[in-house]
């Protein structure tokens, strides 16, 4: 099956500092990459959609100037936190789709990255 | 806009038990997807099942089935002879017709016993 490779797979900053994460697609072309962030015992949230080439789009109350998101090529998706803080401390993961968006096309997740901001 | 309910936070199973997961859902789109992921500690998403708004079949995937209700908009995820290994949250998740976003459900941890 299609590989979804995420990291660093966990990083522990200080206060203020920059994060860079990133996602990359091993075995076929990721057109669409979904950035999600997850809170202890609970639900995926989704924070953005990347497609290839252009500007990601955000979900109603995610920073875009916070969570910076660029996906430069067909297999890797980045997303920075920029000067983060304790309270952007969680769990993020990626996802991957191929060329196609049918509603049947499964996605792919990376293995996720745990975030501790000190 | 979609919503995906799973009313079940947390269950016991025993061991070799079959086990039944809630999933109900809303959406205006004509075809849509339904998902099953399972989340272990290492937090990884593993993919275990998916049924498409037509299919005339309920879902199979060795031992985990999805009864479908497409009338009672529910996709209940069928775990048969839990194992101890199937210990883990389990997320039902929906995409639209047009792709797009996977919107996931509150989830439901499952703890196997002996």
């Known amino acids: 099956g299609a590989v979804v490779s995420q990291h660093p797979s966990w990083v522990i900053c200080k206060s203020g500092t920059s994060v860079k994460i990133e996602c990359r697609s091993l075995d076929f072309q990721a057109t669409t990459m979904f950035w999600y962030r997850q809170f202890p015992k609970q639900s995926l949230m989704l924070m953005a959609t990347?497609?290839?080439?252009?500007?990601?789009?955000?979900e109603q109350g995610v920073e875009k100037d916070k969570f910076l998101i660029n996906h430069a090529s067909l297999t890797l998706s980045t997303l920075t936190v920029t000067s983060a803080h304790p309270e952007d401390s969680s769990f993020y993961i990626c996802?991957?789709?191929?060329?196609?968006?049918?509603?049947?096309?499964?996605?792919?997740f990376g293995s996720g990255t745990q975030l501790s901001v000190l | 806009a979609q919503k995906i309910t799973q009313t079940q936070p947390g269950m016991f199973v025993q061991e070799k038990e079959a086990v039944t997961l809630d999933c109900t859902y809303d959406t205006s789109d004509p075809s849509y997807g339904l998902f099953w992921y399972k989340q272990p500690s290492s937090g990884e998403m593993i993919f275990l099942i998916y049924q498409g708004s037509y299919d005339q079949q309920n879902a199979t995937e060795g031992r985990y089935s999805l009864n479908f209700q497409k009338a009672r908009k529910s996709a209940n995820l069928v775990i048969s002879a839990s194992q101890l290994g199937d210990s883990a949250m389990y997320f039902c998740a929906m995409r639209g017709a047009f792709g797009g976003k996977l919107q996931f459900g509150a989830g439901t941890q499952v703890v196997v016993t002996p």
């Open positions: 990347s497609n290839e080439g252009s500007k990601a789009t955000y």
């Open positions: 996802s991957a789709t191929g060329t196609g968006s049918r509603s049947n096309e499964k996605l792919f």
